[in-house]
């Protein structure tokens, strides 16, 4: 990418490319058994933006326009082409609605798999427990990140952080790379870069008519995390939040629908696989 590498993983064939995009802090690894699935039917690429995984760190600010346009030339200098099937989860459904609003022509439809949303911050402010909590994690993120560029945690001692869904060498896998100061900063970069990408991201009726499926967790904060500080009341009000921003996706095209994962927490790909590829396949299949 003129001074930085990325890595591109492409298995499968099909008249149409599905593309993954994973989370904030997430990488291709996270989505390998959701692309062996989808592999068997059509031809599907993750991808590791700069800085995560196997990919290089790219130069600042990350914010979701820089992700994209490194992705557009990572697509163009190996030569995938479209039509594509975009899916993207959480912070990875922003940069998908980013890159699906510059390539219409060239994508089937879009798949947003619990995405975040540019106006959460906002709205979930009404809830001030809640946010001191995410402070927590954020405070909890980098304290790791310090102790990892100190030299003072490696890959043994995060290997028990691993998600619970990869298969052990996956596990060792993931451990090596997480356990990477340039892996943590990226995350951090992204983080600290949010407002920005907040604001480039399109919308209400961005993407015309084009095939818009948005899939919302189904459990909710106190269902898939029973230790958190809320009240019930406060928890009540922050999944009532995530629903409606979920709802809020579907403006961006006349042609959306919208499918609840029942038994999913945000990683929906990981509690309902089934109902993620199926959403996929759906649109990777031409009628």
Known sequence: MGGHRLHLYCTGEGERTVLLEAGLGDWSLYLRGLQDELATTTRVCTYDRAGYGWSEPGPMPRTGAQIVTEFEALLEATGESGPYVLAGHSFGGLTTLLFAEDHLEEVAGVVLIDSSHPRQEEAFADVPAYVAAQKDLDAQFESIAARVEAGQVGPVEVLPLAPGW???QLKYQWAAQFAQPH???AAIAEHD??????AQVPGRGSLGDLPLIVIAAG???GETDPGNPLTGDEAERINSIRRSLQEDHLTRSSNARLIVAENSGHTVYVDEPELVLDAIRALATPK
């Open 193 to 198: 870069a949010w407002d920005q990408t907040m």
């Open 219 to 221: 459990l909710g904060v």
């Open 183 to 185: 892996s943590m900063q």
């Open 166 to 168: 990869l298969p052990l």
